[in-house]
């Protein structure tokens, strides 16, 4: 006998949602948690007397009705977590040196906010939305149906790039002044430049990113935008709460370092020596580490090799800043600067950080002014290899040089929009590869995981399922990253345990 039915690794949400659904279904399930605090990339943590979201900023398609809605209610999510719904007319906004374009909500609103700016691209906006909602469409578990004629498979190959480079129209050049006080402008950006403005949400890499993520992530946020109230964390506090409830357990200070098979079924270390079994094993962390504590000879060599070496996603750096008292307007959307025209080569290291991400995180009571402010930018893992040994409060003093020297930079980039932020700021704290990789337990910090590449879509897709008998994947390696995505990878890598079909049944009915 062992003792549980099902072992999952990590507490992130992938984790979470596969305990939720696989306890609430009556199987006798554990899950080991590495850090203190469950949730991955949903925890918060406290600087300074104020709450930060380590990864989870805002989230599509929450209105009634809309997909992640109909998900969240059958895990027990809505009317349990505050949210608060971004600007319906600019929930994200797209800048550049001299011009910020509004990314609006709904699809007829969405062209009709984005036309003063492109007067006589509207046909070509239209295709845009057609594109996103036809894509969509294709996809079942986006609309809560059950896969049956693959017709999704023809957007695995296609190219992102490509994509939003068949809309290459230069705008009119008619700037919106929301923070900034210029009065003129002369640069015209491309249309392309605009919609895909956004798309540190997918680390976009004009080589490799397949069209179905980014399309995908942009129609789930053009559906609706929100932002969640006192942190994200709330989402981790509740399905843990009803984990516990339906009689499952979860372990956390407990880093599993080994995983043995026998008989179909495993015995699991963790790194104190304690030893876990069970019939089944959702991994829901990052399937390289998976399987580089997966005794080999349990192993197909050639499966190994090929998760072992699939690139990732880049990693980032972030200031976590707390402002004075009444300094800063709360805004009530996010800021995507690019200091490029060009929006896909906001990545090379020698021009960094060349583009950012900056938002104001949401709390109950008082709006007007933000408590905080988060800016985030792209970072390569090379920037950091020199500490790549060492561990969080134990890595020197020339890295804390490093970091301040970072933070400068970024800084005074922001500054060229936000005039005066430094003056701002109460408190401030960064982050930075080797954060994430510590936090997160994922190779070299990686943001999203696996890098999925419209070349080679078999190689860099990951199924649920594995040649191991009764070991499964889940999170954002499989499926899609991203708050929906890993919410239908769990619902996928569950249906493989207890049934698709039902499964899809009850949240339909939920
Ligand atoms: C900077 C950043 C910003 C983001 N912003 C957004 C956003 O605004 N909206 C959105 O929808 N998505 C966003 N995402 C993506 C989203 O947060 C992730 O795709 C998603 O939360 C990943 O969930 P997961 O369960 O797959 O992995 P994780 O959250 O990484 O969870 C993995 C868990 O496994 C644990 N673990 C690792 N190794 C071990 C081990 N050996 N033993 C035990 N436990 C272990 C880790 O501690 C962690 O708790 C963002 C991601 C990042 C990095």
Known sequence: MNDFDVIIIGSGLGGLLCGYILSKEGKNVCILEKNHQPGGCLQSFRRNGVDFDTG??????????????????????????KFRKLDQNGFDIIAFDDEEYPMAMGFDNFIENLLPFFPSEKPALQNFVDALQKISKAFPLYNLEVPKDHKEDIYYNQSAY?????????????????????????????LTDVLAGNNFLYAGNPGITPLYIAALINHSFISSAWRPVDGSAQISDRLTDQIRLAGGKLLTGREVSRIGIRNNSFNVTTKAGEQITADCLVSAIHPAQTLAMTDPSTLRKVFSDRIMKLKNTPS???????????????????YYFHSENSVWTAFPESAWPGSYMLY?????GNNKYAKSMVIMTVMNF???????????????MDYLDFKDQKTEILLTLVEKKFP???????FLDSSTPLTWRDHTGTPEGSMYGI????NDPLKTTILPRTKIPNLYFTGQNI????????????????????????????????
Not at 316 to 334: G, M, R, T
């Open 56 to 81: 989870v900023h805002y989230i599509g398609a929450l209105d009634e009705g809309q997909i992640l809605n109909r998900y969240f209610r059958y895990f027990g999510l809505i009317g349990k977590i």
């Open 162 to 190: 490509d994509f939003f480079n068949s809309f290459s129209i230069t705008g009119s050049a008619l700037p919106i002044r929301r923070m900034t006080n210029r009065k003129s402008s002369t640069s015209r950006h491309l």
């Open 316 to 334: 980032c750096f972030a200031l976590f800043i707390v402002l004075k008292e009444n300094s800063f307007p709360q805004l009530n959307y996010n």
């Open 360 to 364: 104001t995180p949401s709390c109950s």
């Open 382 to 396: 090379n920037e950091v290899r020199n500490w790549k040994r060492t561990s969080s409060g134990h890595r020197g």
């Open 420 to 426: 005066g932020l430094r003056s701002k700021i109460n």
């Open 451 to 454: 890098q999925k590449d419209f």
């Open 479 to 510: 499926n899609l990253h991203g708050v929906l995505g890993v919410t239908i990878g769990s619902v996928l890598t569950c249906g493989e345990m207890i049934g698709l079909d039902s499964l899809i049944k009850k949240i339909r009915n939920a």
